[in-house]
């Protein structure tokens, strides 16, 4: 195991990671010396400077951290070469953003994705950014590639809001997927018109929001400065990271295990029940880029 993945015995340390635990659904009796022959990839990459005192995002530096952490993800040194490795000049794309008014995907961020899409050779109208109106988006519909991006945070339905649930504007009634605390979001990756697109998924982690009430809760006390961004192309496993550093923060927050409520037990449901990821942290192999003061994992 390398020196950036996470082990076990870090991960179950503490309460509130014992608590993780169950909810990711990671059999706290497995031996400590049992390795998974395979392990997913996720990067998280981090940047003090990506912020700027009143908030601002540094477009340089924001490249930088995507560029870096996309590269890593395919064993790239050359960031050119890693994207094209995602996405071909054929393609269609999609980038599935999320436009909450509060905490939106940001339009650096966006930005950055589609020059990079253009530059592998994806001619602009063959790329279309949406959230709501992805179902009916004509570009969306013609898609043979996807990439994932939307900020992380604390969700009143579904315990969290991250790479897994976005996609939940892909259905008519996405209230139809909102039962048992939104368990079978899963279910949203197997439909037709999005299985094996999707090239990227990106959590962005600048600023997330850990902790909240009610259906449309935001306080901004509970936004930290995390200046961060999660990539794989696992989206289970780049939730799985998510949820654990937010988990994290609420320790050193509220000074006690506080479980999500209700719990994010969909991000489980979405390996063991769907198959469609991993969310066992001892499968996933946590490669961690740049600042990593306040890490959190």
């Not at 076990?8 to 309460?15: H, L």
């Not at 010396?33 to 912020?51: H, I, N, Q, Y």
């Not at 490795?85 to 999609?94: H, M, Q, R, T």
């Not at 898609?143 to 996609?167: F, Q, S």
Request: with cysteine; net charge negative.
């Amino acid at each position: 195991m390398s020196e950036n993945s996470i082990t076990r015995r870090d991960f179950i340390k503490g309460t509130a990671c014992a608590g993780l635990a169950a909810t990711v659904g990671l059999p706290l009796e497995l031996s400590l010396a049992e390795e998974p022959a395979f392990k997913t990839r996720v990067v998280l990459a981090r940047d003090s400077g990506v912020l700027s005192a009143d908030g601002n995002i540094n477009s340089e530096i924001i490249t930088d951290m995507l560029d870096k952490a996309v590269a890593t993800l395919c064993g790239e040194d050359d960031p050119d070469k890693a994207w094209n490795k995602f996405v071909s000049p054929e393609d269609i794309v999609g980038i599935k953003s999320n436009v909450w008014d509060y905490l939106p995907t940001p339009s650096e961020v966006e930005q950055v994705i589609k020059n990079r899409v253009m530059d592998v050779g994806v001619v602009e109208s063959n790329i279309a950014i949406d959230d709501r109106g992805a179902l009916g988006n004509k570009t969306f519909k013609k898609a043979t590639a996807l990439i994932n991006v939307r900020p992380l945070k604390t969700h009143h339905w579904a315990g969290i809001g991250g790479c897994i649930k976005n996609y939940i504007m892909f259905v008519p009634k996405p209230d139809e997927y909102h039962g048992n605390s939104c368990a079978d979001l899963g279910a949203l990756w197997k439909l037709p018109h999005i299985k094996g697109k999707t090239r990227l998924n990106i959590l962005v982690m600048l600023t997330p929001l850990f902790h909240g009430i009610g259906p449309h809760h935001f306080d901004r006390e509970y936004l930290w400065d995390y200046k961060g961004i999660v990539v794989g192309t696992d989206p289970v496993a780049v939730d799985s990271i998510g949820l654990q550093i937010l988990e994290a923060k609420r320790l050193e927050d509220f000074g006690e295990y506080r479980p999500m409520t209700p719990p994010a037990h969909h991000v489980r449901f979405a390996d063991t029940r769907h198959g469609i990821g991993t969310s066992d942290p001892e499968k996933i192999e946590l490669i961690k880029l740049g600042w990593q003061d306040g890490a959190l994992i």
